[in-house]
């Protein structure tokens, strides 16, 4: 299965050079040219990743696509794709898993991508197991109380 991503820029060289890269390697790739656009795409499909630049349709505009991605069931992962790394920490308080500073190398951006995927599904997945591991835990303990009582 492809993996799916959703590519969001205003600048439309930025936008067809990155596809034309990811879809080399193998990925889906699905574009945005505004926060706007790529928020009504979040609803309509699943991603695997979400990359989007910072500055679109206002100077924050990443952060809304970011904040629609966060509500997503499907959890997808969340890189900033930004000219400007001068924004500091607060791009990993409203959610973003990783920067991407704009020009990058080819093989960079691949690899930052493929690591922070891995990252994201094995964060996802002690998730998933943490609930498990309490409704067993919950289970064990009713079975003893009625063993007990």
Known sequence: MKRRIL?????????LTLRAILEMHGFEVETAASAHEAVGKLSEHEYHMIITDMRMEHETAGYDV???????KYDPAVAILTAYPSLGGDWKSRG??????????????????????????????MKAQVPARSASAVKNTSARAKRVG
């Open 7 to 15: 590519l969001v820029d205003d600048e439309l060289a930025i936008l």
């Open 96 to 125: 973003a898993e990783s920067m991407l500073v704009k020009p990058m190398n080819a093989n960079d951006l691949l690899r930052q991508i493929e690591a922070l995927l891995v990252q994201h599904e094995d964060q996802k997945q």
């Open 66 to 72: 970011i904040r629609a991605a966060k509500h997503q």
